[in-house]
Nanobody, 115 residues
């Protein structure tokens, strides 16, 4: 059973940086289909932010390219999201995602960007 636990959310000002981390248990870091981050802003649908495909290909939403970086740490079994130059429109609940056979979601961590 794959379990995903996010951490690192919070309230920051525009232009600040924040790092999210997702602890992955029960899932392989060497044999997976997709893992990474989605987000859901108030009143909007959940959307892809940044994911790692099997083989190592990175996929980013256009809105975060050049500002966000997704990475994995096989030693710690975490998938992380470094977020720089945050904007108010980045405010959302951020969800960790893992796919291998089935799809798995974390419970989410809230990121609020506001002055």
């Amino acid at each position: 059973q794959v379990q995903l636990v996010e951490s690192g959310g919070g309230l920051v000002q525009p232009g600040a940086s924040l790092r999210l981390s997702c602890a992955v248990s029960g899932g392989s870091f060497y044999s997976f289909t997709l893992m990474g981050w989605y987000r859901q802003a108030p009143g909007k649908e959940r959307e892809l932010v940044a994911v790692i495909r099997t083989g190592g290909t990175l996929i980013y939403a256009d809105s975060v390219k050049g500002r966000f970086t997704v990475s994995r740490d096989s030693g710690k079994n975490t998938v992380d999201l470094q977020m720089n130059s945050l904007k108010p429109e980045d405010t959302a609940v951020y969800y960790c995602y893992y796919m291998r056979g089935g799809a798995y979601w974390g419970k989410g961590t809230l990121v609020t960007v506001s002055s």
